[in-house]
């Protein structure tokens, strides 16, 4: 058993050597069979190999947080130019519509919010996320918290579930109060998911040392947005991140708090996709929103 402290500092992380992936696009998921494969290429640009994904999933926990109000006037003018999106099934199946023939990145787990302790969470049933045609199922990991253990036995559970019937799992690492949005912290949940056989990682960028988090963890690694930050902020912050090792990024409060949601989500596209650098891609956004105003 290896103990908590007294171990050696990870350093031979073998940056700029890509890991070997042999049979597919996407890192460590060469051996996934057709089923995974095929959900995945719906959410990952083949030619990038990135995604954008937006989040709307927020209400879970917090209800009815600013620009989720109406998601049927913010959210669903958006869906088009994201490549995934992100959301619980009640706001699935009510203001998404059949027809924009999106992948879906499932919240697949549940229970507490923000009024309690996060994180006591149950699992939808996998009947539940094949009926509504889930591309992923995306479940809390709230690594170093008090509920870790029952956050890791739910993503041993959905990722056997979700395997039964070729569906993948995206693990979402949760950062509480007490946690900090550090290398060494982030290294540790994301590689925790991986191991527990998440195919995709979900987690927050962090500075410096980010490209240690991604080289660390051998399935790829999405960004959270986090909490909305001015528009060039969040460009620069997923640039980095792409440049980097990211995979994608999984924005939601960037996105739609921004001034001009429509104009921002294009120029998220232009940095991940098109690698445009955060000024170019600040140019871009003003020059949509110019145009809508």
């Known amino acids: 058993m290896a103990d908590a402290t007294g171990n050696q500092d ?20 060469g051996n996934l069979e057709w089923g995974m494969k ?18 709307f999933d927020h209400g879970y926990i917090m209800g009815p947080t600013s620009g989720l109000e109406r998601m049927d006037l913010t959210i669903v003018p958006l869906i088009e130019h994201a ?9 699935l199946r009510q203001i998404v519509p059949a027809s924009s023939n999106k992948p879906i990145s499932l919240r697949a787990s549940a229970g507490s919010t923000v009024l309690t302790d996060l994180n006591d969470e149950c699992l939808l049933d996998i ?3 094949i009926r509504v045609n889930a591309s992923m199922l995306a479940l809390m990991v709230a690594i170093g918290s008090k509920y870790e253990a029952l956050t890791i036995r739910n993503l041993t559970t959905m990722v056997d579930q979700g395997s039964r019937y070729g569906i993948p799992v995206l693990g979402v690492t949760a950062v509480g109060k007490e946690l900090v949005r550090d ?6 949940a994301t590689r925790v998911c991986a191991e527990n056989g998440a195919h995709i990682i979900k987690t927050y960028y962090c500075s410096p040392d980010f490209e240690k988090v991604v080289a660390a963890c051998p399935v790829p690694i999405v960004i959270a947005g986090g909490k909305k930050l001015p528009e060039l902020e969040a460009l620069q912050m997923a640039f980095e991140a792409i440049d980097q090792g990211a995979a994608g990024v999984d924005m939601g409060r960037n996105v739609f708090q921004a001034e001009h949601p429509v104009a921002m989500i294009q ?5 991940v996709h098109d690698n445009l650098k955060p000024k170019d891609a600040f140019a871009l956004y003003n020059d949509l929103k110019n145009k809508k105003s």
């Open 10 to 29: 990870s350093k031979d992380y073998g940056l700029g050597i890509p890991q070997k992936t042999e049979g597919f696009f996407l890192k460590g998921c």
């Open 38 to 55: 095929d959900r995945l290429s719906r959410i990952f640009n083949k030619k990038s190999g990135r995604t954008v994904m937006l989040a």
């Open 83 to 91: 490549d995934c999106i992100m959301c619980t099934r009640g706001a």
């Open 127 to 129: 009947e539940e996320c």
């Open 183 to 188: 290398a060494r912290y982030l290294s540790l």
């Open 267 to 271: 120029a998220v596209k232009a940095v």
